[in-house]
């Protein structure tokens, strides 16, 4: 099963207005990673995050970690049309065959002017 | 700078036929990796590579699926003969570590008719 599922699924907000997506991962992390996909498009990194990092910030990202509870969330400040894509958390955990980034299930954001 | 090239970006064949997806990584990026993305299975690693060398190849659904790098700059993901559930987005990704960020091209859309 996929190392990473997140909540919600769907989320819906103004523009102007925070957003926070959560991901939930079952197993030893090396480092845990954000990803934006645009509709049609690759997905591109936003941040990561070491195991032994409790919070990160990049810009209007904020990014926590509680490896205790093996969780991660995502916040997007003061959001953004542009904003509007499907945000994947990705896990990167040591496997019999290597390093390996396993993708959650995606929240899909829309922002609305 | 380049990002990573993947064509074609769209391809529509028939049930049998052999299909090839072409990548070029970004130059200096030693790690190469081949995804599926499908709405009911997300994004699934299917092989990855090191310094051209195939590391895991346990996502690689059965033996109608092989995917070579012949050099630094290349990589083939070939599907032979194609089936209608083949049909997804295909992505590939390159970094310069395994546990460092990944950056993806625009994938190569796939549908077996």
């Known amino acids: 099963s996929q190392q990473g599922e997140e909540d919600p699924q769907a989320l819906s907000i103004q523009e102007g207005e925070n957003a926070t997506m959560n991901c939930s991962y079952k197993t030893s992390i090396n480092n845990l990673q954000w990803y934006r996909q645009n509709s049609g498009r690759g997905l591109v990194h936003l941040i990561l995050?070491?195991?032994?990092?409790r919070e990160k910030h990049s810009g209007r990202l904020r990014v926590t970690l509680d490896t205790s509870k093996k969780s991660s969330s995502l916040l997007i400040t003061a959001s953004r049309a542009a904003d509007t894509a499907s945000y994947f958390c990705?896990?990167?955990?040591?496997?019999?065959?290597?390093?390996?980034?396993?993708f959650g299930t995606g929240t899909q954001l829309k922002v609305e002017l | 700078d380049a990002g990573v090239i993947q064509s074609p970006r769209h391809e529509v064949t028939e049930m049998g036929q052999e299909v090839t997806l072409r990548c070029k990584p970004i130059?200096?990026?030693?790690?190469l990796f081949w995804y599926r993305q499908t709405m009911m299975r997300g994004l699934e690693l299917l092989i990855y590579?090191?310094?051209?060398?195939?590391?895991?190849d346990s996502g690689m659904p059965e033996d109608r699926f092989s995917a070579k790098m012949p050099n630094a700059s290349f990589s083939t993901l070939k599907i032979q003969p194609s089936e209608p559930r083949d049909s997804a987005v295909y992505f590939c990704?390159?970094?310069?570590?395994?546990?460092?960020?990944?950056?993806f091209g625009d994938g190569t859309r796939l549908s077996i008719l």
């Open positions: 995050i070491r195991s032994n990092e």
């Open positions: 990704a390159s970094s310069s570590q395994v546990n460092q960020p990944q950056h």
């Open positions: 130059s200096g990026h030693d790690y």
């Open positions: 590579f090191n310094n051209n060398v195939p590391i895991d």
């Open positions: 990705a896990t990167n955990h040591r496997t019999g065959g290597g390093n390996k980034l396993t």
